[in-house]
C-alpha cells in the first residue's frame, strides 16, 4: 500500500520543493498538498494520511492550532511541525501536541526526507508485525509509567497490555481472580473482526478502535495498539466511576503515546536471535561452566553419593595455576600410577 503524506504550507514554493522531494523517493509514496489549514483539515476528515508535516507560521490558523483540530479528529496521527519562528515555547507546545518532530527552517532537503523515511518507518515497526518485543530499561520504565497514569486517571481496577495472541506483557493494578490468559484470548478474536471491518470501511489499517462492555460489577475497555497490541482497562462500577467518554479520552491518548513509545523498541524472531550461532556448541559450553569448580568451591547435598575413592588434593602453592611439572612430580602428587623410569628421571 502506499504511504499517504499531507504537507501544509501557505507559501505554494515550499510546496512545491517539499512535495517534489519526496516523490523522488519512489512510487509508493502518495503526496498531497494544501496551502491552508482548513483544506487540510477537509484531506483528513476524507481520508487518514500515514504523516502529516505542517508550516506553524499560516493565516486564519496556525500549526498549533491544526495539530489539535487533528487530534480531535485522528488521534493516532503523527505529524511533523515545521517554522521559520522556533522558540523554546513553540517547541513545548509541540511536545505536548505529540508532534512527532519539530523542525527549524531553512529545511535541508536530504535530511527532510530522511526525517519523512524514519516516520514512517516507525509507523511500520513491529507493533504492526509479530515478533519478540525488546525493551531497553529506559522504555519499559516509559510503558510502566504510562500504565499507572491511565489507572490512576480512570480508577481502573486494572489496567492489562497484551499482544495478539493474547499473552499478557505488563499490567497493573488488582488482576486477582480474573482468567486473563482466557479474557485477552477471546478480546484478540474480536479486535480483529474490528480491525478488519474497518480496513473494509477505509482501507486505514492504523485506525483506533474501542471496544466497551458494562457488566453488574466491572465495565471492561479494549483498545488497540497498531495490529499486535491491546490495551484492556478493567474499571469497577459505582456511583462515580469514570464515565464511557472520559475512559475512551484517556484510553485513546495512552494508546497514542504507547504505540510511539513501543513502535520504536527493536524486534526479533526467534530465528533472529539464533541466527549466526552454534546452539549446541553455545550450551555445551555454558552448561561446562556451570560445572566448574573453584579450587575452594564445595557441593554438598544428601543426593549425591560420595565418590568410591577421595579426590587427589590440589597441588601446594609453589606448583602455581597453569605452570608445569615433571613427571616425577606428578606421579608424587598422585596424578599418574607407577614408577618414573631411570631413563625419564629428569
Not at 517539499?18 to 476524507?46: I, P, R
Not at 495490529?227 to 462515580?240: F, V
Not at 552454534?278 to 555454558?286: N, P
Request: hydrophobic share 40%; net charge negative.
Amino acid at each position: 500500500m502506499k504511504k499517504r503524506i499531507l504537507i501544509v504550507d501557505d507559501e505554494e514554493s515550499v510546496l512545491f520543493v517539499l512535495q517534489n522531494s519526496l516523490v523522488k523517493l519512489g512510487k509508493e509514496y502518495d503526496v498531497v498538498t494544501a496551502t491552508n489549514a482548513f483544506t487540510a483539515l477537509e484531506h483528513v476528515q476524507e481520508q487518514p494520511f500515514d504523516l502529516i508535516v505542517t508550516d506553524y507560521k499560516m493565516a486564519d490558523m496556525d500549526g498549533l492550532q491544526l495539530m489539535e483540530a487533528i487530534r480531535a479528529i485522528r488521534a493516532d496521527a503523527r505529524i511533523i511541525l515545521m517554522t521559520a519562528y522556533g522558540t523554546d515555547a513553540l517547541e513545548a507546545e509541540a511536545s505536548r501536541l505529540d508532534a512527532y518532530k519539530y523542525l527549524t527552517k531553512p529545511l535541508e532537503i536530504s535530511a527532510f526526507r530522511q526525517i519523512v523515511k524514519e516516520a514512517l518507518r516507525v509507523e511500520d515497526m513491529a507493533i504492526s508485525r509479530p515478533g519478540i518485543l525488546i525493551l531497553s530499561d529506559t522504555r519499559f520504565r516509559k510503558m510502566m509509567g504510562l500504565l499507572l497514569e491511565l489507572q490512576g486517571n480512570v480508577g481502573g481496577r486494572c489496567i492489562i497490555l497484551t499482544d495478539a495472541n493474547g499473552q499478557m506483557l505488563a499490567h497493573t493494578g488488582d488482576v486477582g481472580g480474573l482468567h486473563l490468559e482466557e479474557i485477552a484470548s477471546l478480546l484478540c478474536g474480536g479486535m480483529a473482526t474490528m480491525q478488519a471491518a474497518g480496513s473494509a470501511l477505509d482501507g486505514n489499517e492504523n485506525a483506533i478502535h474501542l471496544s466497551y462492555r458494562e457488566g453488574t460489577r466491572d465495565s471492561l475497555y479494549v483498545v488497540n495498539i497498531g495490529a499486535q497490541l491491546l490495551l484492556i482497562l478493567i474499571i469497577e462500577n459505582g456511583p462515580y466511576s469514570t464515565r464511557l467518554g472520559s475512559a475512551w479520552y484517556y484510553a485513546r491518548q495512552t494508546a497514542v503515546a504507547l504505540r510511539q513509545t513501543l513502535g520504536e523498541a527493536d524486534h526479533a524472531t526467534a530465528p533472529q536471535i539464533f541466527d549466526g550461532t552454534h546452539v549446541d556448541e553455545e550450551f555445551d559450553t555454558e552448561l561446562d561452566k556451570l560445572f566448574e569448580f573453584g579450587e575452594e568451591t564445595a557441593v554438598t547435598h544428601s543426593s549425591i553419593p560420595s565418590p568410591p575413592t577421595p579426590a587427589p588434593e590440589p597441588p601446594p602453592a609453589t606448583a602455581g595455576k597453569g605452570k608445569l611439572m615433571s613427571l616425577q612430580e606428578a606421579i608424587d602428587l598422585g596424578l599418574f600410577a607407577g614408577d618414573l623410569p631411570e631413563s625419564d628421571n629428569r
